[in-house]
Structure formats: C-alpha cells, structure tokens
C-alpha cells in the first residue's frame, strides 16, 4: 500500500494529544534551529515508519536540492550524537541531495515521548501504513504499558479501530510479507484474520488470492462460503462459481454480496444483507 494524504483526520493536532502530554515539547517560541552535521544524526530506534517510498524520497531530495530543507528536524542529544524524533524523510532525502548540514531543533524527550510525537507526525503527514501502524502501536502497548484506548485517545481514533488495526499481527507470516509487500491489501487481510482457526485455510485464501488476483469482495465470498460449510475444494469451487463480473459490479452498486443462480429455465439473482437497517439501505437504493 502506497503511503497517501491524510483525509479523515482533519481536526488538527491537538485533538491527537491527551490532556497530560506536554504540548510546549510540540512548540516553543525560543527553540533555537541549529545545523546539525547529517553524520552526527541517526534515526529514532523505534521509529514507527520502516518502509519509506523511494520514489517520493527522490522527488523531495530534488526538492531539497532546489530550496533546501525548510522545517527544521526535530532530535534529542545523545552524548556527541543525536536521535530523530521527527523529520527522518527529511534527513533521508537531505543525505540522497548531497547535503553536509540540516536545520534541527534539539529537545530532550524520556522514551515515550520521543516515540508517540514520531507516531503522531507520521499518521499527521505520510500515513503509516496499516502494518507499520500495528506495529508502532503494538510496541507503545508492550514497551510503555499503555492501554489500546490510551493510544486510541493519542491518535484521534476510535478504540475498535486500534483494536482491528493491531489485530494485523495475528496474520500468518506469509500474509504479513504480502502485506507488507503490497501484494494484498488490509482488507484482504481482514478476511484472512476472518478464518484465522483455520491456518491451513488461511494459507488456502491468500494463495487464491495472488494466483486469481481476488478482489476484497471475492476473498470474503470465500470465507463466507468457508463457514456455509463447503469443505472440499470442488465444493468451494462451486460456490465460488457466482462471482462474476455481473455479481462483482451489481455487489458494487448494492455495497453487499449478490450472488447469480443460474438454472435451465433462467435463475435468480439473491441479495445478501446482515440486518433490517442494511435491508431498508438496500430498498431504498433500488427504489432510487
């Protein structure tokens, strides 16, 4: 998954900061931006973001390149070196423009700090993707003995969305490469996570998944024929039979499952809904 604009967030960064977070360590009218020498810098250990987009590391280096680096790096001191808090892009593409100096402000941050501040600007700036958030936010939860609803409350989201973001890691190891890969994305994922009794089934969907190139909704049909009871292969195959393009495009359209049964004389074609609100959402849209 390619990194993307943050669009949902949109109520600024206070609102990802508790009540108990410092937030002068954010701004302060008399910090002073110094140039660091790029070699005496190196990333945060625990820096949420591990995967960085090599195309976008190129086209801000040029950037730099031009206009040189216009936000100052955040860091801490560490005996004669220093650690990024925030601004490793920066510091990336400033070593790929051929830059000796950067402009950085000095803090001195505990741990935690260090890491949620990395963790807020990164969801604030160049989205985390789903993994590398599960992982930054896994590691907040274990090293620093936060709560899911804690760290839910630091990042501005709802505690189910921590919750299912964090619950990534139970992917088997080969989901997670794919994932992390960008050969599947989270919401095939979440279908995995879906049979995850099963780890042989498992294995079994991701495999159909990147041999037929399943789309979200067809990984989810099978599963959904999984729990219908179709145990054998010919079985699933068969249900599997009723996603088409005609099934995908109308399920599209509906934002349910459809499937097509066809017979000698024709067939028909049944509609899928989970509860009453979903039925009157699907009535309304056909009576549009």
Same mark, same amino acid.
């Given at each position: 998954?390619?990194?993307?604009?943050?669009?949902?967030? *949109?109520?600024?960064?206070?609102?990802?900061?508790?009540?108990?977070?410092?937030?002068?360590?954010?701004? !302060?009218?008399?910090?002073?931006?110094?140039?660091?020498?790029?070699?005496?810098?190196?990333?945060?250990?625990?820096?949420?973001?591990?995967?960085?987009?090599?195309?976008?590391?190129?086209?801000?280096?040029?950037? %730099?390149?031009?206009?040189?680096?216009?936000?100052?790096?955040?860091?801490?001191?560490?005996?004669?070196?220093?650690?990024?808090?925030?601004?490793?892009?920066?510091?990336?593409?400033? @070593?790929?423009?051929?830059?000796?100096?950067?402009?950085? %402000?000095?803090? *001195?941050?505990?741990?935690?700090?260090?890491? +949620?501040?990395? =963790?807020?600007?990164?969801?604030?700036?160049?989205?985390?993707?789903?993994?590398?958030?599960?992982?930054?936010? +896994?590691?907040?939860? @274990?090293?620093?003995?936060?709560?899911?609803?804690?760290?839910?409350?630091? &990042? *501005?989201?709802?505690?189910?969305?921590?919750?299912?973001?964090?619950? $990534?890691?139970?992917?088997?190891?080969?989901? &997670?490469?794919? =994932?992390?890969?960008?050969?599947?994305?989270?919401?095939?994922?979440?279908?995995? $996570?879906?049979?995850?009794?099963?780890?042989?089934?498992?294995? +079994?969907?991701?495999?159909?998944? &990147?041999?037929?190139?399943?789309?979200?909704?067809?990984? +989810?049909?099978?599963? %959904?024929?999984? /729990?219908?009871?179709? /145990?054998?292969?010919?079985?699933? !195959?068969?249900?599997?039979?009723?996603?088409?393009?005609?099934?995908? /495009?109308? *399920?599209?359209?509906?934002?349910?499952?459809?499937?097509?049964?066809?017979?000698?004389?024709?067939?028909?074609?049944?509609?899928?809904?989970?509860?009453?609100?979903?039925?009157?959402?699907?009535?309304?849209?056909?009576?549009?």
């Amino acid at each position: 998954m390619s990194a993307k604009k943050t669009g949902g967030l *949109g109520r600024g960064i206070d609102s990802l900061i508790s009540t108990n977070f410092d937030r002068s360590i954010l701004t !302060d009218e008399n910090e002073r931006v110094q140039k660091l020498f790029i070699k005496d810098i190196s990333p945060l250990k625990n820096q949420p973001r591990t995967l960085f987009d090599t195309n976008a590391l190129n086209e801000l280096a040029a950037s %730099i390149k031009q206009y040189g680096v216009l936000q100052p790096l955040i860091v801490s001191k560490d005996g004669n070196s220093f650690t990024i808090i925030a601004g490793e892009r920066r510091w990336r593409a400033a @070593q790929i423009a051929g830059l000796e100096k950067v402009p950085a %402000i000095v803090r *001195g941050q505990k741990q935690q700090e260090k890491l +949620e501040i990395a =963790l807020i600007e990164n969801v604030q700036r160049v989205d985390l993707s789903p993994l590398e958030t599960a992982v930054a936010v +896994e590691k907040l939860h @274990q090293d620093f003995n936060l709560t899911y609803n804690d760290i839910a409350k630091r &990042l *501005g989201k709802a505690s189910t969305t921590i919750n299912n973001t964090v619950r $990534l890691l139970q992917l088997p190891k080969e989901a &997670l490469l794919a =994932l992390q890969e960008n050969k599947i994305t989270e919401g095939h994922a979440r279908a995995i $996570l879906s049979v995850k009794d099963s780890p042989k089934n498992q294995l +079994e969907l991701l495999k159909n998944i &990147l041999s037929k190139h399943w789309s979200v909704r067809q990984a +989810e049909q099978y599963v %959904i024929s999984l /729990k219908q009871g179709a /145990k054998t292969s010919t079985q699933l !195959d068969k249900k599997m039979a009723s996603t088409t393009p005609e099934t995908i /495009k109308l *399920g599209n359209k509906l934002k349910t499952n459809v499937s097509i049964k066809r017979t000698a004389r024709g067939g028909r074609v049944e509609i899928h809904f989970k509860n009453d609100d979903q039925l009157k959402e699907l009535l309304d849209n056909l009576n549009k």
